[in-house]
T-cell receptor
Framework: ETGVTQTPRHLVMGMTNKKSLKCEQH?????MYWYKQSAKKPLELMFV???????ENNSVPSRFSPECPNSSHLFLHLHTLQPEDSALYLCASSHDRQGWQPQHFGDGTRLSIL | SQKIEQNSEALNIQEGKTATLTCNYT??????LQWYRQDPGRGPVFLLL?????KEKRKERLKVTFDTTLKQSLFHITASQPADSATYLC????????????FGKGTRLSVIA
């Protein structure tokens, strides 16, 4: 039990579909993150939320749209994705957004774009 | 630009030996460095944090060193076991304020029985 739960674990979608990834943490943390992990590449930070406010957006294409309705839940809304968006999408949380705080990761959503 | 290099993509060692993984960074001075373990199909799991004023940190069979002169961190697993087989990620951070962690590509360790 990692404390961070991501659903679905696997997702296959066409380029014209709209889907959402969900992340839930039960650790009482105030910061949440979305990362993209592709083969042979390091983890790429996409978005950071602190106390439900987006504080980082690392030049992510607008076809990825995050939402943080409360401190326990984080969503990543997907629309008109491209084949190169196929990857493992990881959600993480930490006590706050001070960088030294350890991050707790979910097991990710494996996304495949047809 | 900031650059992180982990010594090799893959490292194979014999059970019982000490595994040593290297993390080098250039073009910045992190205030701390974190190490994570990632198993196939799972998210990374935090292992250890070491700060710039600490030379060494230990946790059970794990030892991390941090040499700010060499711009390098070494991660050791003593008396390695097949269950230690995983990918290990280093993540320097703390360059300024709340700057998020930057992760290396990782080293895949295989401990052979």
């Amino acid at each position: 039990e990692t404390g961070v739960t991501q659903t679905p674990r696997h997702l296959v979608m066409g380029m014209t579909n709209k889907k959402s990834l969900k992340c839930e943490q039960h650790l009482g943390h105030n910061a949440m993150y979305w990362y993209k992990q592709s083969a042979k590449k390091p983890l790429e930070l996409m978005f950071v939320y602190s106390l439900e406010e987006r504080v980082e957006n690392n030049s992510v294409p607008s076809r990825f749209s995050p939402e943080c309705p409360n401190s326990s839940h984080l969503f990543l809304h997907l629309h008109t994705l491209q084949p190169e968006d196929s990857a493992l999408y990881l959600c993480a949380s930490s006590h706050d957004r001070q960088g030294w705080q350890p991050q707790h990761f979910g097991d990710g959503t494996r996304l495949s774009i047809l | 630009s900031q650059k992180i290099e982990q010594n090799s993509e893959a490292l194979n060692i014999q059970e019982g030996k000490t595994a040593t993984l290297t993390c080098n960074y250039t073009n910045y001075s992190p205030a701390y460095l974190q190490w994570y373990r990632q198993d196939p199909g799972r998210g990374p799991v935090f292992l250890l944090l070491i700060r710039e004023n600490e030379k060494e940190k230990r946790k059970e069979r794990l030892k991390v060193t941090f040499d700010t002169t060499l711009k390098q961190s070494l991660f050791h697993i003593t008396a390695s076991q097949p269950a230690d087989s995983a990918t290990y990620l280093c993540a320097p951070g703390g360059f300024s304020g709340n700057t998020p962690l930057v992760f290396g590509k990782g080293t895949r360790l295989s401990v052979i029985a």
